[in-house]
């Protein structure tokens, strides 16, 4: 039981402010239409993302795998001695090539999201100018089968 005497009615999507008198189907804000705006641009902005998220969750998931046969040979190498000539070598270039793919797709994230050169930038401790000309011409490559989620433009 709710004590407050009136339960709430329908609220904005977007803003979360009540939506008053007026047609019951109404899910915004009716004067100014900045809420409906808003939430369109929003809604296209998440769509035209969705390639780029699905990019970051197969890097991701490249990475987490060669981390995780890295560890065990590795974890081998070290207990048995038995390493041949290279391995940590062929690990380690392995783990920088996927992790190089992981950060382009955060990028790409990113930018997709809308977010400023110099923000992104900031992180790795690099101007915004370094980070368009380090990251700016990647672009994602079409679905495909194959291992690498990116390409170069």
Known sequence: MNDSGREPGPRCLWCGQPLGDGPSRRRYCARPRLCRDQAYRDRRRAKQA???RGALA???HSLDVHLQ???EVLLQAV???DAWPGVFALAAAG???RAADLVRVCVLEERAAG???ERIGEPFGISADAARKRWGHWVLAPDS???EPL???
């Open 58 to 60: 197969r890097a991701g």
């Open 79 to 81: 207990l048995q001695g």
């Open 50 to 52: 969705q390639p780029a």
């Open 145 to 147: 089968d194959d291992e």
């Open 69 to 71: 046969n890295v560890r």
């Open 95 to 97: 783990v920088e090539s």
């Open 151 to 153: 390409s170069g433009g």
């Open 115 to 117: 977010t400023s050169w």
